[in-house]
């Protein structure tokens, strides 16, 4: 039986064009044609599906989360039960989901296998949830940002769960390779401080220069995306000099910074939203006072050079480090609304969390765009984005892989 999706406005995220009444017709989990309205001839037993007062786009990317971690002002979760933190981040992945994100990146979890295990069951249907791109856990280093001991203080507890610390790029490239072998699909690695470690700097480098070569050459090798967390410029310029795959964060890249970025072609993923929660909401909902300074000294510098950077051409994707004190799943849509503030074109911006998000993944043959052959993972709202980037708050209608996860009249 065929679903025949009548859109009002449809944006395949293909060429970037807006057309009008045109159908989605999806056979099981793919899309078999696209065709206008006019003329198409209904079979008995088409299941109509009638999304033609709605703006129809691809499922949602967030290039960004952490699914084992709940948007707790104080994240509390490594102290927990990996089972316990696993049945968290089911409800998560579904919120995520219900939330119009199809797929996500998760960016680092608690434990070696658990993100791979919550993709694996949603994939195998004992779960409902977006696909799952995984990292594992995070490589970081002795003092670095998230390590266990900055860890410990910060929050109390004993833990050798969170990271994995490596001191020499042997090390990192044996963490590199054991993350892979377990089933990540990428490699994460802290370049910088962070703003939710304290005592780290967020803007010092602390992988050197050797450790990122080493995990560059073990993403090489395999083939696989290395995702570096950056804020300090020194560091952003250390990972896009070895040529990661793409920067996250990406604060305060500096004009040498950006000009290696477009020479090796690294992508960034901003995260407005999370510091702007922490800085503006972080001391009343009690995240601590260290995070919230961190925050609130690198936000006014944030949007401005994310901004030089899209304009020199830098390839920015969508992606919100949701999870993060204050950022809670399937609510993170106010990162569309800042990308804009930033200054990033409308029809950029959902490029940015549809097909240039599927093309850093690497999955772009199945998602992405709205094409024949593609997996049918829709969303669909009753505004328009391209009138305001507020009607992407509006999700109500979610399909992937041809079921409906939600439908609002
Ligand atoms: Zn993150």
């Given at each position: 039986m065929r679903k025949l999706v009548l859109c009002g406005k449809l944006f395949d995220a293909v060429d970037g064009s807006v057309r009008e009444n045109m159908v989605i017709i999806v056979e099981q989990d793919r899309i078999t044609e696209i065709t206008p309205k006019a003329g198409l001839a209904i079979r008995p037993d088409d299941e109509l599906i009638d999304l033609s007062r709605h703006f129809v786009m691809p499922g949602l990317i967030d290039a960004h989360v952490h699914l084992g971690m709940s948007g707790f002002p104080a994240i509390r979760e490594p102290d927990e039960p990996a089972?316990?933190?696993?049945?968290?981040?089911?409800?998560?992945?579904?919120?995520?989901?219900?939330?119009?994100?199809?797929?996500?990146?998760?960016?680092?979890?608690?434990?070696?296998?658990?993100?791979?295990?919550?993709?694996?069951?949603?994939?195998?249907?004992?779960?409902?949830?977006?696909?799952?791109?995984?990292?594992?856990?995070?490589?970081?280093?002795?003092?670095?940002?998230?390590?266990?001991?900055?860890?410990?203080?910060?929050?109390?507890?004993?833990?050798?769960?969170?990271?994995?610390?490596?001191?020499?790029?042997?090390?990192?490239?044996?963490?590199?390779?054991?993350?892979?072998?377990?089933?990540?699909?990428?490699?994460?690695?802290?370049?910088?401080?962070?703003?939710?470690?304290?005592?780290?700097?967020?803007?010092?480098?602390?992988?050197?220069?050797?450790?990122?070569?080493?995990?560059v050459s073990v993403g090489k090798m395999h083939d696989r995306v290395v995702s570096a967390h950056a804020h300090g410029t020194e560091g952003i310029k250390a990972a896009a000099r070895a040529g990661v795959t793409v920067i996250e964060h990406c604060t305060t890249v500096d004009d040498e910074g950006i000009e290696l970025m477009l020479k090796n072609k690294v992508a960034l993923v901003p995260t407005f939203i999370v510091l702007k929660l922490i800085?503006?909401?972080?001391?009343?909902?009690?995240?601590?006072?260290?995070?919230?300074?961190?925050?609130?000294?690198?936000?006014?510098?944030?949007?401005?050079?994310?901004?030089?950077?899209?304009?020199?051409g830098v390839r920015v994707i969508f992606g919100t480090d949701t999870g993060t004190p204050l950022g809670y799943h399937g609510k993170q849509h106010q990162e569309f609304v800042l990308m804009e503030q930033a200054g990033i074109a409308k029809t950029d911006i959902l490029l940015a969390a549809t097909r240039y998000a599927a093309e850093l993944l690497g999955w772009q043959a199945d998602i992405g765009t709205l094409e024949p052959g593609k997996y049918a993972d829709i969303v669909a709202l009753p505004g328009d984005p391209f009138e305001s980037m507020e009607a992407m708050k509006q999700i109500s209608f979610v399909m992937k892989g041809g079921q409906i996860h939600l439908q609002r009249a």
């Open positions: 089972e316990l933190v696993a049945a968290k981040a089911l409800k998560n992945a579904k919120d995520n989901l219900l939330g119009g994100f199809t797929t996500v990146r998760d960016e680092g979890y608690f434990t070696i296998q658990g993100c791979q295990s919550i993709r694996d069951a949603i994939n195998a249907g004992f779960a409902t949830g977006p696909r799952i791109f995984t990292s594992g856990m995070v490589i970081t280093q002795t003092a670095g940002h998230l390590e266990p001991r900055w860890t410990q203080e910060r929050f109390g507890f004993q833990t050798l769960k969170p990271v994995n610390v490596a001191n020499t790029p042997g090390e990192v490239v044996a963490a590199a390779r054991h993350m892979l072998k377990m089933g990540a699909d990428q490699i994460k690695i802290m370049v910088t401080g962070g703003v939710l470690s304290k005592g780290t700097n967020v803007g010092e480098q602390n992988m050197s220069d050797e450790e990122i070569q080493a995990a800085a503006e909401k972080g001391a009343a909902a009690g995240v601590s006072m260290d995070a919230v300074e961190k925050s609130a000294a690198l936000v006014p510098m944030h949007l401005h050079n994310i901004k030089k950077a899209y304009d020199a």
